[in-house]
């Protein structure tokens, strides 16, 4: 598998659901990062976990970090009509000096 | 503060033509990073400057990419002679230094027919 695949591809859900993206690398990092990309538009930094960290919050996002499992996953509670986007992983890498490896991304779509 | 902007939006061009891009990064930003995202696959690194100086050029694919960064400004990303394999779309992205959030710019979509 590649670097920073992400499960599922596409996930569909209603308004006011929780949506759980997954993420899996390959390599030590120093900290993971999600970002969103509305249709058309620039990625947006949501969170930043560092790789001593095991979960962080903010807002509607927690974020969890197993790095025994070189995984992370996003949830997104209580979902909502403009949360739809495609949402992606990235690791800064030790030593790789804050190149970031992206993800394949996970395409959501929240309907009313 | 205005975010990153990147210039053009869309280019098509035939292959074997000549295509630069630009990117204005944040102001006062120091760092700047070239992403791209060819179709179906995932975004990658090509090149992260700090302020004026290649810092690292990994992930450029092959000595037809250029890029440059005078004065340690905006930055440029020459394609010459372009393929149609480097269609996709090129992200730019900057951050203060020593920071790790790095604000991406809306991105240049790239046709090479």
């Known amino acids: 598998s590649q670097q920073g695949e992400e499960d599922p591809q596409a996930l569909s859900i209603q308004e006011g659901e929780n949506a759980t993206m997954n993420c899996s690398y390959k390599?030590?990092?120093?900290?993971l990062q999600w970002y969103r990309q509305n249709s058309g538009r620039g990625l947006v930094h949501l969170i930043l976990?560092?790789?001593?960290?095991r979960e962080k919050h903010s807002g509607r996002l927690r974020v969890t970090l197993d790095t025994s499992k070189k995984s992370s996953s996003l949830l997104i509670t209580a979902s909502r009509a403009a949360d739809t986007a495609s949402y992606f992983c990235?690791?800064?890498?030790?030593?790789?000096?804050?190149?970031?490896?992206f993800g394949t991304g996970t395409r959501l779509q929240v309907t009313l | 503060e205005a975010g990153v902007t990147q210039f053009p939006s869309h280019s098509v061009i035939e292959k074997g033509q000549t295509v630069t891009l630009r990117c204005d990064p944040i102001?006062?930003?120091?760092?700047l990073y070239w992403y791209r995202r060819v179709m179906g696959k995932e975004i990658k690194f090509l090149l992260h400057?700090?302020?004026?100086?290649?810092?690292?050029e990994s992930g450029m694919p092959n000595n037809r990419f250029l890029a440059e960064r005078t004065g340690g400004t905006y930055s440029t990303l020459k394609v010459q002679p372009a393929e149609l394999e480097d269609s996709g779309v090129y992200f730019c992205?900057?951050?203060?230094?020593?920071?790790?959030?790095?604000?991406f710019g809306p991105g240049t979509r790239l046709t090479v027919t």
């Open positions: 390599t030590s990092i120093n900290n």
């Open positions: 102001s006062g930003h120091d760092n």
């Open positions: 400057f700090v302020k004026e100086s290649k810092q690292d």
């Open positions: 992205a900057s951050s203060h230094r020593g920071y790790v959030e790095q604000y």
């Open positions: 990235a690791t800064e890498g030790t030593g790789t000096a804050s190149k970031l490896t």
């Open positions: 976990i560092r790789s001593n960290e």
